[in-house]
């Protein structure tokens, strides 16, 4: 089946159905429940952040996929690029604060925690993974998986990302992934595993 979905790149006019799939597909994360645990302002709220994260990082490093009519999406960061720039990080503020009030706090806490523990090694960093709750199984996360996994395998580049959902981990081990330590949120946050692949 996965073979049979299209993936391309995403350009700007993709941006608001990309955001509005990725707030669906991210509304019953453990992670995104703790920083915003209200459900109605977290349906609300998920849109507004993916779209500033795409708007103002993840298009510039080229790669962001959709697969289908955006029926699911991914958010690439090239090698060396994981990091934003204090440029983009300024950018990036105002929406982020308008979007998370006072719950942008518990937002910095899990960004900053995830920098610390990142990898140093040059690689494909998968930010970001989702697909519309209603084609979810229908195999469009399969088939952003492989399209650029392959492209990994092509320039002998390792990938990594980490999983915020326990029952996700066995997933990413399909696509060759490993579990390579794990990131605890404080004050009662949830864990997530960093899985590491090496090129095929």
Request: aromatic share 10%; glycine share 12%; charged share 25%.
């Amino acid at each position: 089946m996965a073979g049979d979905i299209a993936v391309r790149f995403a350009q700007r006019p993709d941006v608001r159905g990309l955001s509005r799939v990725l707030g669906r597909a991210f509304f019953d994360d453990p992670v995104m429940m703790w920083i915003l645990p209200d459900d109605a302002r977290r349906a609300s709220t998920l849109p507004r952040v993916f779209s500033t994260m795409v708007r103002h990082h993840f298009l510039v490093g080229g790669g962001v996929e959709i697969a289908g009519e955006v029926g699911a999406a991914a958010l690439w960061d090239p090698p060396g690029r994981w990091r934003q720039s204090q440029a983009e990080q300024l950018r990036m503020m105002p929406p982020f604060l308008l979007a998370l009030g006072h719950r942008v706090g518990r937002g910095l806490t899990v960004s900053e925690l995830m920098k610390r523990h990142h990898p140093e090694e040059p690689h494909w960093y998968l930010a970001v993974i989702g697909s519309d709750p209603d084609v979810r199984g229908a195999g469009y996360g399969r088939a952003l998986m492989e399209s650029r996994l392959q492209r990994c395998d092509a320039e002998g580049a390792p990938s990594y990302l980490e999983s915020t959902k326990e029952s996700n981990v066995g997933y990413y081990l399909r696509f060759g992934f490993e579990v390579t330590g794990e990131i605890t949120i404080p004050d009662g946050g949830p864990t997530m595993w960093q899985m590491w692949r090496r090129p095929g």
